[in-house]
């Protein structure tokens, strides 16, 4: 046995699975999971000190690539000045400004510890602000793993849903109506039939849980319209694509004004790290203001706040998105080529610093879509590239990452690896 092997073994006895976070068991791809001792730049080392090309960058964080030093050094000075305080300090002040100040949609912000509980707490807020219990969500959308937000679509996709965890009550599912991702006419459709019920639409405005899915024009124009016409909270979960798809994150790039956003992942820099905000008006019903009830014992942690300060200044340097953008095209571009030079069913697209693979002919619009993709095929593609030390994320069905530590060169190693492994076919 090699020590990945030894620790997967050790793990499973003491951790459910062997992991603290579900996708993380290779369970979709099969195999040992690589236990990681650490990284820098665009690389990351296992425990048998074997090197790989990163695409998953912690899912979606470290944009500037494992242990920035200017990151690092914040954290470092950060901690020397304490821990935590369970007291307001100056650097979330400063985090909190900085937001504002990049995000226009953002009349105030609150910040937390994760990702879910950022749309957790946005929902809580949805339905406070507006006295209503509904909300909709997407099929393939994943917005964290809070109750509401476990649910599949109900029978028919006008109906109230199920829970797709067990453990959340079919009392709170049957709150949550599951849509199709770019079908206006359905959310059409359900506005007409429940639109008076409707506390809040949340989406992905990238999908990036589904593999990767670009929204028409059409559909967020469509989302945005009807949650105005009935007073329905319009949120915005741009944890994963907040800072990812470009400075101004999805709002800016589809020029789309959300209620609410959520963000996480590159906000913190590594660290844990969440945020929600929006119009003031809806934000001001939160407490110590407001009826709607929100708290956390390490919200704003020193040393969150101060990775997540460091890498908000990096990627404000000149042409930070130009070039992340351009390396991800390329990268995409590369492993497209090289496909179809060997009659791979392949195609792959990118928006900023995200990207998607499918091994299918086309470009998936939904979740149905991207549910044809050849399993297999990825699965096999994953395991030749792991073991030639390209590390992409452990499923078919996942966005990947590339950072501004990626040069030409390690693009370039990865789409030959991939052109050797498409040829062996
Ligand atoms: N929303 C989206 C869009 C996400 O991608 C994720 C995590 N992948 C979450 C929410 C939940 O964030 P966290 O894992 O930090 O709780």
Redo the contacts with the bound molecule.
Sequence with gaps: MNRNEDLFSRAQQSIPGGVN?PVRAFGSVGGTPRFFSRGAGPRVWDVEDRSYLDYVGS??PLIVGHAHPEVVRAVQDAAARGLSFGAPTEAEVELAEELLRLLPSLEMVRLVS??????MSAIRLARGHTGRDALIKFEG?????SDSLLVKAGSGMLTFGNPSSSGVPADLARHTLVLDYNDPQQLRDAFARHGEQIACVII?PVA??MNLIRPTPEFLQTLRELCTQYGSVLIF?????GFRVGLASAQGLFGITPDLS?F??VIGGGM?L?AFGGRREIMQKIAPLGPVYQAGTLSGNPLSVAAGLAQLKLIQAPGFYDRLTAATQRLCAGLTTAAQENRVAFCAQSVGGMFGIYFRDRIPGNYAAVMECDKTAFNRFFHAMLEDGHYLAPSAFEAGFVSAAHTEADIDATIAAARKIFAQR
């Excluded at 994760?114 to 749309?119: F, K, L, R, V, Y």
């Design positions: 976070s899912w979606g994760s990702g879910t509980e950022a749309t959308c994943y917005h964290g793993h992905e990036g849980n979960d741009e944890v994963m694509t959520t996480g992942k844990p969440g």
